[in-house]
């Protein structure tokens, strides 16, 4: 999950956590408001009812006193209300057919009532009493409607405000992931060899500034590292190419007989020695090659080369070696093939490279096979051997500078310097084509470039 997705998760459950936590509240605060609201209406009633049953004792005229108690029946919640005189004699009732009833029991309730009553004082003549009974269940009905009414506006605001939490959840998200999207870019072209990739400047003081300006800081160090790097090889491998040419030079002509005659055993001593040299020369090359890489793309000269004029070469020059490791060595051109946008040389390179590596993973008796075909608006070169084969969990790997194959590199002939394919891979890519490579380990391995037609 992104870190900007999971920014604005946290921020949208903060404010449902909020908004959860402010609505319990809030229903709690406005239940105990209801309720408190209800008591007064409800004393008030009684309030009203005991002036009522004062009026009618001191008057003795219980006409307007007993319809008050009928009207007060006929309200939704009310299961009764009564005025009672000191003795209990119901004066007044709500049901006006239980006047003149006694009530033994003034102050007992029915259950599911709820009852508020009130005294009557009259000097001289005792205390008579006003009740009012409540039907429990139909206030707490009454109740919850009004609550309910109130949380249904409650829970619109909720979702209302959740949009503008979603909005301003994914704002806030951005502006503080893009800075960190923004370095992980950068790290990626870091790590890619882009060494002189900088993020531009930003008005940020805080943290993520701070660490903006540290990240620019280090990628111009490690460039000006790698500078040193570079200028130190190549010095050191320019160094090495001129004495090391001299020593082929001076092993070749002795291998010509231009000093004299050589015995059996010398000649093998030379030719070892030569192909040593050789080995050593092929690798300063690379490391130059490498330098060439990190410095910039290739200088490719295009032309449109004859895939047979690409081909032939590259195999011509490696049919010595093949013999000498006892791997058959074929090419397969068909005619007609169109011919490729290339240069010449940079290409041979690639091929010379592939076929080299085929025979140094080919055991002796194998075969190492080069062809080339039309692939829609492109030719296909593959080389394919019949040798140990490349483990799939490293496939992926093997154009990566310096890597060479872990379980392979003990059947080798020789070791390189792991630098010939991902040289291969940038000659292909500058040429707009493509590498690959398909391998079953322990049944030889095929590599593939394209090249575009010209």
Known sequence: MRLRVRFSLVILSLILLSQVFFSAAYYYIERRSEMGLMYQQAMQSVQLATAECHEAMVTGDWGTAREYFVALGMLPAVRHADCMDAGGRILAHSDPTRIGERNLDAFGVAEGVWQVSRSVRLPGRGAGLARIGYDAAELDAQVRGRLARTMLVLSQVGVFSMVLGLLAAFLVARAQTRPIEELAAATAELSAGHLDFRLPEDARRDELGLLRLKFNEMAHRLGELDKMKRRLVESLTHDLKNPLAGIKASLQMMLDRN????????????????????????TIDGILDAMRLQAGPFPIQLEDAEVEALVRPAAAGLEPKAERCGVKLKTSVPKGLPRVKADCELVQRVLGNLLAN????????????????????????EVRDTGAGIPAEEL????????????????????????????????????????????????GSAFFFTLPAA
């Open 259 to 282: 000093a004299g005659p050589l015995t059996a055993a010398q000649k093998k001593y030379m030719e070892s020695s030569l192909e040593s040299a050789d080995r050593l020369w092929d």
């Open 358 to 381: 085929a025979l140094k993973f080919t055991p002796s008796g194998g075969t190492v096979t080069l062809r080339a075909e039309k692939d829609g608006g492109t030719v296909r070169f």
């Open 396 to 443: 992926s790997r093997i154009f990566e500078p310096f890597y060479q194959v872990s379980e392979t590199g003990s059947l080798a002939r020789e070791h390189g310097s792991g630098l010939g394919l991902s040289i291969c891979e940038r000659i292909v890519r500058e040429h707009g084509g493509r590498i690959w490579a398909e391998s079953e380990f322990g049944k």
